[in-house]
């Protein structure tokens, strides 16, 4: 499993000083970028190799609000890794209750520059398989 800490920004909230609700999905998209470059991905190096990750479902749960300056962290954790796709549970709780905010699970697909489905890079599936 893979932590991302987050705090809130002015940015991040809306008129109501809650974090508005499309912001939730950068702070997850955010959590799924350094777990990758955790674990020795270079999504650039991939791009330049002519593939991509896309995400082709999100299905997301909002459970309870974040403010301003509040402490959260993301936890993401492999569910499942096949040929071309990888699925993962994300969840934001916040630090200083414990308190779930938010939960998705999220599945990704390796695309060509074509658009068409392609292998997931080795390394990456060989770092996520023991975790599934």
């Known amino acids: 499993m893979h932590a991302f800490a987050v705090t809130v920004y002015y940015e991040d909230t809306d008129m109501g000083g809650i974090v508005y609700h499309a912001n939730w999905l950068k702070f997850v998209e955010r959590a799924r970028s350094d777990l990758v470059r955790g674990l020795g991905i270079d999504q650039n190096a991939m791009r330049e190799a002519g593939r991509v990750f896309a995400v082709t479902h999100l299905d997301a749960t ?12 993301v936890t993401t954790e492999a569910v499942e890794a096949t040929g071309a796709r990888l699925v993962l549970d994300q969840r934001v709780t916040h630090d200083d209750t414990g308190r779930l905010c938010f939960a998705a699970r999220v599945t990704l697909a390796c695309i060509g520059t074509d658009g068409r489905p392609a292998r997931l890079p080795a390394e990456l599936r060989s770092r996520l398989v023991p975790q599934v």
Do not use: V
């Open 62 to 73: 909002f459970r309870a609000p974040a403010r301003l300056d509040d402490r959260l962290t």
